[in-house]
């Protein structure tokens, strides 16, 4: 233990003196809990945490290790972020969260929904207790991160019909191509445009056609399997994106989506017929901004040959 009984500060009217108890005091005053985790995960100490918004007791933390406390995923994780820090010797800002599937011992009584937090990871240079030691300070931003994931989801969807844009898809597609490389499976693109849209809202006005092109997502989403993606890639023009699947399983989709939107029974008794141009992508050899204007290739033909069809790419 330290042999000091208390702390000298120097500020502008003078020397301020402080005992070891005030500062104790003092750091469990943080809103914020900080802990002195070992690098064998070990809770030496912890302070703060006074926001009781976000914060329970930690106290009984002490003396245990972050293996007694978290699952081996999120343990190894802690373990890890420890050892970068020492390893650096410089301070560590990272950002994880905490469910109650994570914590050892909750069960049902922890909280239900998963908790963000930003740690900044501090080394400290002396050991404790025989061992190197970082300072963890954990701020809980799980109101910042919900705010940033909603303006993010409305950047990346189509707020008429509530499905993802273009925005959405160009920054997904490359994660796609890098899965459907490595695991050899096929991927395909439809293109869809609902036939004499014009023509229903020159007749029925903007707002019955908005609500036409919300039923026809309705009903695309009815026909589209769950892993698969539609994008709003325009006006009446819709782009599906289908993972796992060729030729032949895009021409079924296809002629499904024809079929349903055309037996739809839509507001106002309105016809709608679509016509949908599809094409595989070949990963290997097309970029996406290729397989998009062939499946645009494909659609023209389709809307050539009297519309209300579908066609492939054969090029």
Same mark, same amino acid.
């Given at each position: 233990?330290?042999?000091?009984?208390?702390?000298?500060?120097?500020?502008?009217?003078?020397?301020?003196?402080?005992?070891?108890?005030?500062?104790?005091?003092?750091?469990?005053?943080?809103?914020?809990?900080?802990?002195?985790?070992?690098?064998?995960?070990?809770?030496?100490?912890?302070?703060?945490?006074?926001?009781?918004?976000?914060?329970?007791?930690?106290?009984?933390?002490?003396?245990?290790?972050?293996?007694?406390?978290?699952?081996?995923?999120?343990?190894?994780?802690?373990?890890?972020?420890?050892?970068?820090?020492?390893?650096?010797?410089?301070?560590?800002?990272?950002?994880?969260?905490?469910?109650?599937?994570?914590?050892?011992?909750?069960?049902?009584?922890?909280?239900?929904?998963?908790?963000?937090?930003?740690?900044?990871?501090?080394?400290?240079?002396?050991?404790?207790?025989? $061992?190197?030691?970082? @300072?963890?300070?954990?701020? *809980?931003?799980?109101?910042? !991160? /919900?705010?940033? =994931? +909603?303006?993010?989801?409305?950047? $990346?969807?189509?707020? @008429?019909?509530?499905?993802? *844009?273009?925005?959405?898809? !160009? /920054?997904?597609? =490359? +994660?796609?191509?890098?899965?459907?490389?490595?695991?050899? @499976?096929?991927?395909?693109?439809?293109?869809?445009?609902?036939?004499?849209?014009?023509?229903?809202?020159?007749?029925?006005?903007?707002?019955?056609?908005?609500?036409?092109?919300?039923?026809?997502?309705?009903?695309?989403?009815?026909?589209?399997?769950?892993?698969?993606?539609?994008?709003?890639?325009?006006?009446?023009?819709?782009?599906?994106?289908?993972?796992?699947?060729?030729?032949?399983?895009?021409?079924?989709?296809?002629?499904?989506?024809?079929?349903?939107?055309?037996?739809?029974?839509?507001?106002?008794?309105?016809?709608?017929?679509?016509?949908?141009?599809?094409?595989?992508?070949?990963?290997?050899?097309?970029?996406?901004?290729?397989?998009?204007?062939?499946?645009?290739?494909?659609?023209?033909?389709?809307?050539?040959?009297?519309?209300?069809?579908?066609?492939?790419?054969?090029?």
């Amino acid at each position: 233990m330290y042999k000091m009984d208390f702390i000298i500060l120097v500020n502008i009217g003078g020397v301020l003196m402080l005992t070891l108890k005030n500062m104790s005091e003092i750091l469990n005053s943080l809103p914020d809990p900080t802990f002195i985790l070992t690098k064998a995960g070990r809770y030496v100490e912890i302070f703060g945490g006074k926001d009781l918004r976000y914060y329970h007791d930690a106290s009984k933390l002490v003396g245990l290790s972050v293996t007694d406390v978290l699952n081996t995923e999120k343990s190894d994780w802690f373990l890890g972020k420890i050892k970068e820090a020492l390893k650096t010797n410089k301070l560590l800002i990272t950002e994880y969260n905490l469910s109650r599937k994570d914590v050892k011992g909750l069960d049902d009584d922890g909280p239900s929904n998963i908790i963000y937090f930003e740690g900044r990871i501090q080394p400290l240079n002396f050991s404790v207790e025989g $061992e190197p030691a970082v @300072l963890w300070q954990a701020t *809980n931003i799980t109101q910042r !991160y /919900q705010l940033e =994931e +909603k303006l993010r989801t409305i950047s $990346e969807t189509d707020p @008429l019909t509530g499905i993802w *844009n273009r925005r959405y898809f !160009y /920054q997904m597609i =490359e +994660k796609q191509k890098g899965v459907a490389n490595r695991s050899l @499976l096929p991927m395909s693109l439809l293109m869809l445009d609902i036939d004499h849209f014009k023509v229903i809202n020159d007749q029925w006005g903007h707002k019955i056609g908005d609500l036409v092109l919300s039923e026809v997502v309705k009903v695309m989403l009815d026909c589209i399997r769950e892993s698969d993606l539609i994008i709003r890639w325009g006006g009446e023009e819709f782009l599906i994106f289908m993972v796992k699947s060729g030729l032949a399983a895009a021409a079924c989709v296809a002629e499904k989506l024809r079929l349903r939107i055309e037996s739809y029974s839509f507001i106002n008794d309105i016809k709608v017929r679509v016509s949908i141009g599809y094409v595989q992508w070949d990963t290997v050899n097309k970029n996406i901004e290729e397989t998009i204007a062939n499946a645009d290739t494909a659609l023209y033909l389709a809307k050539s040959e009297g519309r209300n069809c579908i066609k492939a790419y054969s090029g």
